[in-house]
């Protein structure tokens, strides 16, 4: 049974670029939540994803955008990227609660 | 005031001994609360939920949830090496589709 699947490991972008982050879910889970963490800091919630809606947000700019397909995997997208996004991107399935997190993705902006 | 608070530790136990971890939440709403471990390099791993007082064992380890006092912990009995890493407390707000993490806990288990 695979679980949350991300893509890419890591990636390298430039200020202003755009970026795309992607999520495949572990099968049977309905739920997509994006996480940012910063090193040493603990995951800030970016937004959630249910039947293809933006269920709910956190503290983030619009430059932080998503999208979850019929199939449940889910996009991320980051616009007008700033050095302070270089982080640790989460993506979290879940059925009812309790997450499983996926091995992230690794974004640096230089 | 932060919404999830912890001690960020270190916190360094010799092996054998009951490490306890600590956790203040600040919404008196919130309703499940749940306990991440994070090794270095790896992302969180669900390791206990509780959502009503008192105790629940899993293994060695124990949750412990007091609602009127807004607090949760997490004992490791007999600790081990292994069980070093950063444990994340996690709550989840009203509504129920919102969890907010700490910053986390550092534990060392000293062979």
């Known amino acids: 049974d695979a679980g949350v699947t991300q893509s890419p490991t890591h990636l390298i972008k430039t200020r202003g670029q755009q970026v795309t982050l992607r999520c495949s879910p572990k099968?049977?889970?309905?739920?997509v939540s994006w996480y940012q963490q910063a090193l040493g800091q603990g995951p800030q919630f970016i937004f959630q994803?249910?039947?293809?809606?933006?269920?709910q947000r956190g503290n983030f700019p619009d430059r932080f955008s998503g999208h979850q397909f019929p199939n449940y995997s889910s996009e991320l997208n980051v616009n007008a990227l700033l050095l302070g996004d270089s982080a640790l991107y989460l993506c979290?399935?879940?059925?009812?609660?309790?997450?499983?997190f996926g091995s992230g993705t690794r974004l640096t902006v230089v | 005031q932060k919404e999830v608070e912890q001690n960020s530790g270190p916190l360094s136990v010799p092996e054998g001994a009951i490490a306890s971890l600590n956790c203040t939440y600040s919404?008196?709403?919130?309703?499940?609360f749940f306990w991440y471990r994070q090794y270095s390099g790896k992302s969180p791993e669900l390791i206990m939920s509780?959502?009503?007082?008192g105790d629940k064992e899993d293994g060695r380890f124990t949750a412990q949830l007091n609602k009127a006092s807004q607090y949760v912990s997490l004992l490791i009995r007999d600790s081990q090496p292994s069980d070093s890493a950063t444990y994340l407390c996690?709550?989840?707000?009203?509504?129920?589709?919102?969890?907010?993490f700490g910053a986390g806990t550092r534990l060392f288990v000293k062979a």
């Open positions: 996690a709550v989840t707000r009203p509504g129920g589709f919102k969890t907010i």
């Open positions: 979290a399935s879940s059925l009812f609660e309790g997450y499983t």
């Open positions: 509780i959502y009503s007082n």
């Open positions: 099968s049977g889970h309905d739920t």
């Open positions: 919404d008196r709403g919130s309703q499940s």
């Open positions: 994803y249910y039947e293809e809606e933006e269920r």
